[in-house]
């Protein structure tokens, strides 16, 4: 029986948001709290949900059949104790998504990089075409302006996220691997346990069921499936991969070979050569559920992208700003080439905000080598989300191991003095809350420019 009153504590996180509107959409009553009214609670709001900025005890749902948390939200919450100490059904945003998707056929795509992007494709071709599906999202679609849609199909799209396990609660009909490089350390604390825990991931796919994972992968022979596929931009050892690549005005066209069939004329409006890859595992799954070449074709061109992935916020002969959620080194080394690779010539400044203080403090030889990449590298301060400062760890860890010297840590208010005098190619990057910069930073580009 699905909940009449449901309160969530930490709505305005992407995953939450995304099974707030689900249960909004279900005639549920939603309501929550988080630290800080975003664009994302704003519009929950406008949508029915009442969402309240106080961690207290005045604001929350004493009727409430479920109580949903992230593991972000620290134990010491007041409305966290409140709820648990008085007896009511806790649960995990994880458990709530294996209640919803326990009955469907599940697409889930899971990776330490790519799947926002993959996963809103994947929803997006199925719902471009007719096809329909349910979507529970990790970004928002810039073509829907939203992270859920629902459908009569029964089949839901998923992005399966591996902090704290969450994607182990999924049985797959359909699932995707795009990585699984090291992070979230403190969860897993090994880059072996990552792995085991990506293989269990893809053991979970149901009997009969349909795999594609990244080529080349370490463990790649060790994940298994009934059906297993492999996919790369550039290998063509893989059963999906791209032909004929090329770029121009800030588009991709290109042709998508499959184990039986090659999808001609794909054009991506979207940048970065990653892109083109998480391109080919949406378009092969489409492919496999019978969706045809020429509404896979379709759906690729309409697709605008997901907001902060590769996302262009300001484009004039003389400045580019682009902004971007990359918070891992991978991540940041497939933007910058990305962005280099569409716009040769142009000088490239990356603004990067670290998420995590565990993250910097481990990755901070990667992350010095991918910024490397840049012409020019501005580091914000470490955003600490669910930690507490540690010692001696702070960006300019990251800044010493740095080669480049057109390098700097700077205030966010310094940062905005600079956008005034800057050109070229301009790069926000990060997961913490750099995103409230963007516009005061294309704002001030716009009178450079």
């Known amino acids: 029986m699905e909940p009449k009153h449901i309160y969530f504590v930490g709505i305005g996180g992407i995953g939450m948001s995304a099974l707030a509107r689900y249960f909004l959409s279900k005639g549920a009553r939603v309501s929550g709290y988080d630290r800080t009214r975003t664009a994302l609670t704003a519009a929950l709001e406008g949508e029915g949900a009442l969402v309240s900025y106080e961690d207290s005890l005045d604001v929350l749902d004493k009727a409430a ?12 919450s007041v409305i966290l104790r409140y709820y648990r100490e008085g007896g009511y059904t806790l649960m995990k945003r994880s458990d709530v998504l294996q209640r919803i998707t326990e009955h469907s056929f599940n697409i889930c795509i899971a990776g330490t990089h790519g799947k926002t992007t993959i996963t809103t494709l994947t929803a997006h071709i199925l719902r471009h075409s007719g096809y329909g599906c349910n979507a529970f999202l990790g970004g928002i679609s810039a073509n829907y302006d939203t992270n859920f849609w629902s459908s009569e199909r029964n089949v839901c799209v998923v992005e399966a996220d591996e902090y704290d396990r969450s994607f182990l609660k999924l049985d797959p009909d359909m699932a995707v691997i795009t990585a699984m490089d090291p992070d979230h350390m403190d969860i897993y604390g090994t880059s072996a346990a990552m792995e085991e825990a990506f293989i269990a991931f893809a053991g979970k796919i149901k009997p009969g069921g349909w795999l594609l994972s990244k080529f080349g992968l370490e463990r790649g022979a060790d994940l298994r499936a009934s059906r297993h596929w492999t996919y790369s931009l550039a290998s063509a050892g893989a059963d999906v ?32 050569r990653h892109n083109v890859e998480n391109t080919l595992a949406a378009a092969a799954v489409a492919h496999s559920l019978g969706i045809t070449p020429e ?40 933007l910058i080439t990305g962005a280099k690779d569409l716009f040769p010539g142009w000088s490239c400044t990356v603004v990067f905000q670290p998420h995590l203080f565990s993250r910097t403090r481990d990755l901070a030889p990667e ?21 507490l400062p540690m010692p001696g760890v702070t960006s300019r860890l990251i800044l010493d191991q740095m080669k480049n010297p057109r390098k700097r840590v ?20 990060g997961a913490g809350d750099i995103d409230a910069l963007v516009q005061p930073m294309a704002q001030k580009l716009q009178q450079r420019a």
Not at 308 to 328: G, I, Q, W
Not at 367 to 387: G, Q
């Open 65 to 76: 059949d479920w109580v949903v948390y992230t593991p972000a939200i620290p134990a010491t």
């Open 241 to 272: 991969h791209a032909q004929g690549l090329r770029a121009a005005d800030g588009a991709y066209t290109f042709d998508i070979a499959l184990p039986a069939a090659v999808l001609k004329g794909i054009v991506l409006h979207m940048g970065g």
């Open 295 to 334: 509404a896979i074709r379709l759906a690729v061109a309409d697709f605008k992208g997901v907001r902060r992935r590769f996302e262009y916020v300001l484009k004039t002969p003389s400045v580019v700003l682009v902004d971007d959620y990359a918070h891992h080194p991978e991540e940041l080394r497939a």
């Open 367 to 387: 992350f010095a080598a991918s910024l490397d990449l840049a012409d020019e590298v501005i580091l914000l301060d470490v955003y600490p989300a669910r930690e």
């Open 410 to 429: 700077m205030t966010k208010e310094a940062l905005l003095d600079w956008a005034a005098q800057a050109s070229g190619l301009v790069i926000m990057a």
